[in-house]
């Protein structure tokens, strides 16, 4: 098959990289570019485990061809870091023992510092909403939501 070459943000820095027209972009980013914070879970949209930031939009990387993110702006947990809503939802969590295996965490961060980035005082239904495409397998979400609302209280 015939590679392309596909250039995008990934963190704030530009990847260019070859690929095959079938690659699959959560393939890539874990195999060829050895991020590892999405997961590959369902492998077909159910889990949002391996849930990223697509061009300021949460997206399912199991979902989107390599080739959909030439020219797309990339971040992951590695690169969210440093957000500030991202920060205080990390410390909230780990306060409030959110999370057990932790296989959900990074797309439940990522789903959760859009709401917060979006809109600063949402209510319980919007928490809720904001997280209904991330299965947790462990938790009941509980910890979760509160972690959440506190994370936006500034509790
Ligand atoms: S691995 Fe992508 S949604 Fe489950
Ligand atoms: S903490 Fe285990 S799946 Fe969420």
Redesign the pocket.
């Known amino acids: 098959m015939k590679k392309h070459n596909i250039e995008f943000k990934l963190n704030n820095e530009t990847v260019s990289i070859n690929v095959e027209p079938n690659d699959i972009l959560?393939d890539v980013l874990r195999c060829k570019l050895g991020v590892k914070s999405p997961?590959?879970?369902?492998?077909?949209?159910?889990?949002?485990?391996?849930t990223i930031i697509m061009n300021g939009k949460t997206a399912?990387?199991?979902?989107v061809l390599a080739v959909e993110a030439d020219g797309a702006e990339l971040v992951t947990l590695e690169g969210a870091n440093s957000r500030p809503w991202t920060k205080k939802l990390q410390k909230k969590f780990h306060e409030k023992n959110a999370f057990q295996c932790g296989f959900c965490a990074p797309g439940v961060i990522l789903s959760a510092t859009e709401l917060l980035e979006k809109n600063s005082r949402p209510s319980k239904r919007e928490i809720k909403e904001a997280i209904a495409g991330n299965l947790c397998r462990c938790t009941g979400y509980t910890p979760i939501l509160e972690a959440m609302e506190e994370a936006a209280r500034g509790k």
Do not use: A, E, F, H
């Open positions: 959560l997961k590959v879970g369902c492998d077909r949209g159910d889990c949002g485990t391996c399912r990387s199991c979902l």
